[in-house]
């Protein structure tokens, strides 16, 4: 099983800061026999075997951790499978002002194009009063 390439990278992020974090951790991280490849490919096997579709971040991290702490650990074998990262994408504050002024450009354009709506049906209305034939009477 080969994970995207943003879940292994999510994975790794995870290991890195917790290694900078926690001395004891980084030692069994820093191990010359395990690698990343194969810590995705124990986590997705795992999965897999649990026969669960969904399982949080705090689950899959421990599945990791779990990994890089276990030195005869089976990793399973290799086969296909499609990974699924919720992640939230966090923007600058520059990229937050220019989406907002944006959305407010938007607005008023719509509140323009309703105001000219409703003007246009008011002409309407006035030219077809204007137009109107004369009765018998009038004559």
């Not at 290991?15 to 974090?21: G, P, V, W």
């Not at 010359?32 to 986590?43: A, G, H, L, V």
């Not at 600058?92 to 002024?101: F, G, I, N, Y």
Request: a neutral charge; hydrophobic letters at 30%; charged letters at 35%.
């Amino acid at each position: 099983m080969k994970g995207t390439e943003h879940f292994k990278e999510v994975i790794k992020t995870y290991l890195d800061r917790k290694a900078e974090a926690d001395v004891l951790f980084s030692f069994r991280y820093s191990k010359p026999e395990k690698n990343i490849d194969d810590c995705i490919q124990y986590i997705l096997n795992t999965v897999r075997k649990s026969g669960c579709s969904g399982f949080s971040d705090e689950e899959i991290y421990s599945m990791a951790i779990h990994y890089y702490d276990e030195d005869n650990i089976e990793i399973g074998k290799s086969s296909s499978c499609k990974v699924v990262v919720n992640h939230t994408i966090e923007l600058t504050e520059e990229e937050k002002a220019k989406a907002r002024q944006k959305a407010v450009e938007q607005y008023q354009r719509d509140e323009l194009a309703k105001i000219q709506s409703r003007n246009a049906r008011l002409k309407k209305t006035d030219i077809t009063k204007s137009v109107s034939q004369p009765s018998l009477f009038e004559i």
